[in-house]
């Protein structure tokens, strides 16, 4: 890993989203850009378009582009957008109540919506990755949630597939549209391969990523892995194969209460080696984006994870992975159980979208490459 960080850092990172040239591809174990210079993601996830109000947080409380201008303050360059099969097949109408400090939203379905957001995170020069978070329009997740695989009875395979060619399609044209992470935390059973077609994420994986790359080849394609995208142990053995070279990324998520407080970085480390961290050795090489990670908005109020978040910060900064961290959202969203406009108590905004409510976290995150200012 040190070699591949020293590489990185020789051939220089574009650092700033003005400098990347698109669209991305692969190049072993980096992502890289049409000039062939490597690219470290530095990601936010701004979930809602998945929940019960379909649209993402905080279009209560400011306007979008004031959002969007937070986003870039606290140096981003590119936002993780979770959507549902149900807010792109039904496109509801959105409640005034969600987009209140919006007014042109005001009367819009959710795709309309979406299509604001993606149009001003571009304008910013923020790229998108599209992520395919749950099937049902809820809070996420849970083994028995009925959103735990890619598709259900209501969801099935074939729309799966259907929905993932026909939102591609309808970003095709903006290029700051540049990765589809196909399925969110697979667990509920999903295995990497196997006999039951039903539960084999890996075959699943391959097919929606060729029908993403049939709309639009330009696109990375971001693939999870089981045990809620903690478990890669069996991928060097059965690698995603697609039929457009260079698109491929490995997705792990990672959190402090997902595995065993661990007692020294070196125990972190040997952990996270053997569930993922190793694939950055694997042939063929493939790059990783650990698309989540989070932590309390104060650390003083996270210590039962001890020294998790920052030995973990050191983990991504030794490694040269991309990431994107959970979530920028200062306000809950309506599901599972979770209020409407409640503290987000994981976020880095405030509960009115104007400030930063994590200055810790984001501290911690400027050793990984984000520049906060």
Known sequence: MVTYVCLLLAAGIATQAQAIRLPLHTQGYWIVDAKNKPVLLKSVNWYGFDEKEYVPGGLDHAPLSEIVAQIQRMGFNSVRLPWANETLEHNPAVPAYAVAANPQLKNKHAMEVMDAVIAALAKAHIM??????????????????????????????????ADWKTIVQRYRHIPYVVGADLRNELRSGAAWGGADSDKDWHAAAERGGNAVLSVNPSLLIM?????????????????????????????????????????????LKAHLDRQWGYLLHATPATPLWVGEFGICQKLDECQKYGEWFPWFVRYLKETGASWGYWPLNGTQSSGGGRHYDTVESYGLLSPDYRSIAAPDVLKQLSDIGLKSH
């Not at 978070?133 to 969801?155: F, P, Q, T």
């Not at 697609?242 to 970085?265: C, E, I």
């Open 128 to 161: 998108v990755i599209l992520d395919n978070h749950v099937s049902r329009a809820d809070w996420c997740c849970g083994d028995k949630d009925g959103n735990g695989l890619w598709a259900n009875a209501e969801y099935p395979d074939d729309k799966w597939v």
């Open 223 to 267: 693939v999870e892995g089981p045990s809620y995208s903690t478990n890669f142990r069996d991928v060097s053995t059965l690698p995603v194969r697609l039929q457009v070279t260079n698109r491929l990324v490995y997705s792990p998520h990672d959190y402090g209460m997902s595995q065993k407080t661990p007692n020294s970085y070196e125990e």
